[in-house]
């Protein structure tokens, strides 16, 4: 993807509720520390530091987005995880020359990482492991402040953004199904309103937005498929490819346009999510709404022919299940 058409940046944040061979979350932070993946010594990471922790030990430089070469990365507390698992969070590359290192890193985490959602969480909850993607996309020469204009506008783009994708929630949702790796709907609600809060709890969660300057969006509908580094490459392509796009106004009118000639009804949307039925979810599916997506990302990477084959390859395995 040409630099020139916005600067595409990505971190992860790889979730792992247990790990196989008798293995800890301990001994893959020692891993990465030996690896030079990770700042400090074995002891700093005895235990998974505090959500959110700004620490000298490589939490701090992780959470406040920096572009580090080589990545690094923290490793934190979630609540959606049992005790012993554990959120490796890693610092943004730059989708242009970073995915190797970003790679190299989720091979050291992944190794011995189980898939299971039948544990419980911190909370008490059954546990969801998920793989959030961080992207952002900024014009060059680009102030990345927030646009003084954009305050005072009357609506917040964020919103905008949501809502737009909002309306192809079940394809998204579709886009990063992996039937042996399913989760429910809790912590990736595909609609506008989510729980209420801020978000957070949505397929994505649009973080800022400066009109025709940058947007950035943490992607949160990916699966946790730790043996499927494919899966993850396509799925960090498919969020560099609208993230970017949407830093163009005529994209919202296109997804808007298609979105609503084909609604979803909103009401099947709230029983789905009432439900955590992610399946009846994806029975949801319009192909045209994925047609549309299709070629808007299509047209999108056209200056990238490995990240556009690589997505055209998804779209066409996820179509031929509609």
Known sequence: MLPERGIVRIGCEIEVASFKDGYTYQQVAAELIEAGAMEGEANDWIEWHRYNCDCGNGCGRVKRGDLLVPPIVSMQYDASLPKKGAEFIVSPVLLVNGMEEMQRIWEIVTA?????????????????????????????????????????????????????????????LLLSDVEEFRRGLAFRQPWRQADGRDNHHGFVHVKRVDPLRMTYIEW???????????????????????????????????????????????????????????????????????????????????????????????????????
């Open 112 to 172: 011995h990482a189980e898939w299971r959602d039948d544990l419980t969480s911190i909370r008490g909850n059954l546990a969801s492991p998920s793989i959030h993607l961080h992207v952002s996309a900024t014009m060059p020469g680009a102030e990345t402040r927030r646009d003084p204009y954009a305050k005072k506008l009357a609506v917040d783009p964020r919103q905008d953004i949501l809502h737009a994708l909002s309306l192809f929630g079940p394809e998204l």
């Open 220 to 322: 949160r509908m990916f699966e946790a498929a730790y043996n499927n580094w494919a899966y993850l490459e396509t799925a960090a392509y498919l969020a560099a490819g609208l993230t970017r796009a949407l830093l163009a106004p005529e994209t919202l009118d296109t997804l808007m346009a298609t979105g609503y000639e084909h609604k979803v009804p909103q009401l099947a949307i709230e029983r789905v999510i009432a439900a955590n039925d992610t399946a009846a979810a994806l029975r949801l599916v319009k192909p045209e709404r994925l047609q549309a997506l299709q070629g808007l990302l299509d047209e999108e990477l056209d200056d990238d022919d490995y990240g556009r084959g690589l997505v055209n390859q998804r779209f066409e395995e996820v179509l031929a299940r509609v």
